[in-house]
């Protein structure tokens, strides 16, 4: 090949190798949260408050006087968030709260790409006392994806039976690990620590949005959170 030819194309291959590298966006650093105090969180249809569980600082999600057998979701929304895509870590510990209905579970997950005032929110979440249930039926019910407000469990459940929630092994009222990893319409759940995801999304259902971040539990249910962190 002509050496003139050759180190024209050397110079091209170089400047697309370089333009490519510049275009890339660079990762955002980890951010934790450690989540042992109200401060930063915008909080809906609860109190948050500062405690010790199980040995570590935690915040516990409180419902609001009169409203302790009710049935709203108790949100602690982090302002200072603004997330698309990537990979949100919490700890979690939820369970029934003492006198809650037998049909309760302890409901209790992690919102992300949140709208004003949760009005709108993609999220998981843990059914804890389904985890080690006798019945089959209740452990496939152990995780579960919804899209509030259009898509709550129920509608799921009725037109994709099967499909938005699964089996992982829970304790109720234990701290444990919750890995949410997102990109674009697709999500996956993993708990405590697995490398395969015990719940897998293709469609999102408010499409590729971005928000804040949150955590979330059922007024029915003693839910505490601590260490969150997102990449």
């Not at 040995?55 to 602690?76: C, I, S």
């Not at 395969?196 to 029915?220: F, M, S, Y």
Request: hydrophobic share 35%; proline share 5%; net charge negative.
């Amino acid at each position: 090949m002509d050496r003139g030819i050759c180190n024209i194309l050397i110079s091209l291959a170089f400047a697309w190798i370089v333009g490519s590298a510049g275009s890339q966006k660079a990762a955002s650093p980890a951010r934790t949260f450690r989540l042992d105090s109200p401060e930063g969180l915008e909080v809906v249809n609860a109190k948050a408050e500062s405690t010790n569980y199980q040995g570590r600082r935690a915040l516990h999600l409180v419902p609001l006087p009169g409203h302790e057998a009710g049935d709203e979701m108790m949100m602690a929304i982090l302002k200072d968030t603004d997330f698309a895509d990537g990979t949100i870590e919490a700890e979690v510990a939820g369970a029934p709260r003492a006198g809650a209905a037998p049909d309760q579970r302890g409901f209790i997950g992690i919102l992300f790409r949140v709208q004003e005032h949760g009005s709108r929110a993609e999220d998981f979440y843990l059914r804890p006392t389904n985890g080690r249930s006798d019945d089959q039926l209740r452990r496939n019910h152990s995780v579960q994806y919804e899209s509030a407000p259009d898509f709550p469990w129920y509608r799921l459940r009725k037109e994709n039976p099967g499909v938005y929630e699964s089996y992982a092994d829970l304790e109720a009222g234990a701290w444990t690990k919750m890995k949410i990893v997102v990109s674009g319409t697709r999500a996956r759940l993993y708990v405590n620590g697995a490398e395969q995801p015990c719940l897998i999304v293709n469609d999102l259902k408010n499409g590729e949005t971005r928000g804040q971040i949150g955590i979330w539990a059922h007024t029915t249910t003693d839910g505490y959170f601590s260490n969150l962190t997102v990449k």
